[in-house]
């Protein structure tokens, strides 16, 4: 992992922890600033007034780098350490360092009690890298430091290590550190997050091992070092957690859930509900937990049970809740429960899952014989969708699904003038073409295509096909498919073009190859009227019966397979 994503990975990790049962209780202070106190009894001057508002604005549009050194001057003239504190604080958002050091040391000089200017100034000295520095001064401030504030020092140095160009000197520093709070968690984590950036596995280990004895229930140090192990391997990393959840048995929700994640991520799906459901019944009300549930029990094709447990997910406040009306409403579709679909999609409003929800009513239109309707729902979402090339697909989708390939093909010669440098446009409508048995039309649109995008794998293979299938310049289309083969040598699709093409040649037992790869990939109803064929053609007809019935069962209007089974009278 490099050093960015940890430090991204350690401080959402950190910020996120209050989730958890932290390890050290965390004292609340009064939300009165102390600087207001000791602010210097000042009359407001029209030229201070004017360095505040320009300052102000400047950071109101994104200029705090800027605002910083104008607040780090206002401070260091009017002795206000509330002015000292806003530059710092403009500086470190900023990524000012110096400014952010001069204005931490002054604002420190105009408030020596002050801890958050000493713990500041510490941070910086840690993010600049002069670890000697930052040592010395976190040194002064633990002594006698209480546990919670020694707590605070250590968890916002964690996440500033693996940062650090001298990653030997910062670990020894951290471990000199820790020895005044042996029994600190935090203090131990600290360690853990040193020993991982010099990859010193077994000192993570022991790091580890004396968290899981201090504070077992804080499952922060588990779920980061959950993270690097599974990048590894994810099997490494269900060991590592099934270990870590041994001996912590009182592990907080979050980390439960993460075991039968893991198990969904190597497609033990059986094991994995069991999991959820065991992490369920801790916590009955987890909205996590039920949402997962009725995700495997909807890929299960278990209906009732998802729904069942979708439902709960919603009410129990799943954090997206939109996306779980769209998949209960997909549920309820897959019931053949059109109307209640309909009520979950109508339930999303604007947002992240609007245009899917719409375009799913669209679909329901469809199937309720309303064309129009759905092709003007589609329409009404141009201010929501940014390319309107993508409306013109999905309204041509709808069209075709509505079997009304020539109206299709009619929005799409539209979408053709009105964005003529759209290649999308023309591979869609050449596959159009090719079914309103319009040959020569396919071709030109593929021919086009391919001259806007050269080399393009589903443009050569489409092409190929075109012309294979109707005999004509084999040469050429056996060279497109194999141009293609060439950049996806195990894409069905493109196998199966090539089995085509050979057999077209008269090469029955080379196109036969191809087809049975094809197949073994594939189980598509083209695919199988070809391979039939080819295995009519070599005399191994109860093959070719055999393969053609599975696929009428699967599926019996597949247009080519029909039409395959009349030529040959099987």
């Known amino acids: 992992m490099n050093v960015l994503a940890t430090t ?96 931490l040391a002054l604002w420190e000089q ?25 040592e010395q001064r976190m040194a002064t401030q633990l002594q006698g430091a209480d546990i919670s504030r020694a707590a605070s020092l250590f968890m916002h140095v964690t996440p500033l290590l693996p940062r650090q160009a001298d990653p030997q000197a910062a670990a020894a520093a951290i471990e000199r550190l820790s020895q005044q709070f042996p029994r600190l968690p935090e203090a131990h984590f600290a360690q853990a997050v040193a020993a991982a ?58 980390l439960q859930l993460a075991h039968p994640r893991l198990l969904v991520g190597l497609r033990q799906y059986e094991a994995a509900r069991e999991g959820f459901a065991t992490v369920l019944k801790q916590f009955p009300h987890h909205p996590d937990a039920r949402y997962a549930l009725g995700i495997l029990a909807f ?52 947002g992240r899952h609007y ?44 069209a075709r699904e509505a079997g009304a390939n020539a109206k299709a093909y009619q929005l799409l010669s539209r979408g053709i003038k009105q964005f003529p440098a759209a290649a999308t446009l023309y591979y869609e409508r050449a596959l159009l073409a090719d079914r309103l048995n319009r040959s020569h039309d396919a071709e030109r649109d593929l021919r086009r295509f391919l001259r806007m ?22 040469p050429e289309a056996r060279r497109l498919i194999e ?39 594939m189980k598509d109803a083209e695919i199988a009227a070809h391979l039939g064929e080819v295995l009519w053609r070599l005399g191994q007809r109860d093959a070719a019966r055999q393969i053609w019935e599975e696929a009428k069962q699967r599926d019996p209007e597949h247009k080519v397979l029909q039409e395959t089974l009349r030529r040959l009278k099987p």
Request: aromatic share 4%.
């Open 197 to 254: 950036t010099l990859k010193d596995e077994a000192a993570v280990e022991r790091s580890l091992d004396t968290l899981a004895e201090l504070a077992p229930r804080w499952d922060l140090p588990v779920l980061w070092r959950l993270d690097a192990v599974r990048k590894q391997s994810p099997d490494l990393a269900l060991a590592f957690l099934e270990k870590e959840l041994k001996r912590r048995p009182r592990a907080g929700a979050e």
């Open 355 to 398: 245009n899917q929800a719409q375009a799913r009513l669209a679909a329901i239109e469809v199937k309720e014989g309303k064309l129009e309707a759905a092709l003007a729902r589609i329409e009404g979402l141009e201010n929501d969708v940014a390319d309107p090339i993508e409306l013109l697909l999905l309204q041509s989708q709808l």
């Open 453 to 474: 995008k050269p080399n393009d794998v589903q443009g050569m293979n489409a092409l190929g096909y075109t012309l294979a299938n109707r005999g004509q310049r084999l």
């Open 299 to 350: 890929q299960l094709k278990q209906y009732d049970e998802a729904d069942q447990h979708l439902r709960a997910a919603l009410e129990a406040g799943y954090v997206d809740g939109p996306f779980v009306r769209l998949t209960l409403g997909q549920l309820a579709e897959e019931r053949k429960q059109l109307e209640e679909a309909k009520t979950w999609y109508q339930a999303i409003g604007k």
């Open 110 to 134: 105009q408030m020596p009690d002050s801890l958050l200017a000493k713990q500041q100034r510490v941070m910086v000295l840690w993010r600049e890298g002069r670890i000697a520095e930052a």
């Open 8 to 103: 991204a990975l350690l401080s959402a990790l950190l910020l996120s922890a209050c989730a958890n049962t932290d390890p050290t209780p965390v004292k609340v202070t009064p939300t009165q600033r102390p600087e207001e106190s000791a602010a210097p009894n000042r009359e407001l001057s029209a030229g201070l007034l004017y360095g505040i508002l320009v300052s102000e604005l400047a950071v109101q549009r994104g200029g705090a780098l800027a605002a910083a050194p104008a607040y780090l001057e206002l401070a260091k003239e009017t002795s206000d350490p509330r002015l000292a504190r806003r530059a710092a604080e403009l500086a470190l958002s900023s990524g000012n360092l110096n400014v952010a050091d001069e204005a």
């Open 483 to 521: 141009a293609a083969l060439q950049q996806q040598p195990t894409n069905p699709m493109i196998l199966d073009s090539m089995g085509w093409v050979l057999f077209r040649q008269g090469k029955l037992k080379d196109a036969l190859s191809y087809l049975e790869q094809a197949y073994e990939q």
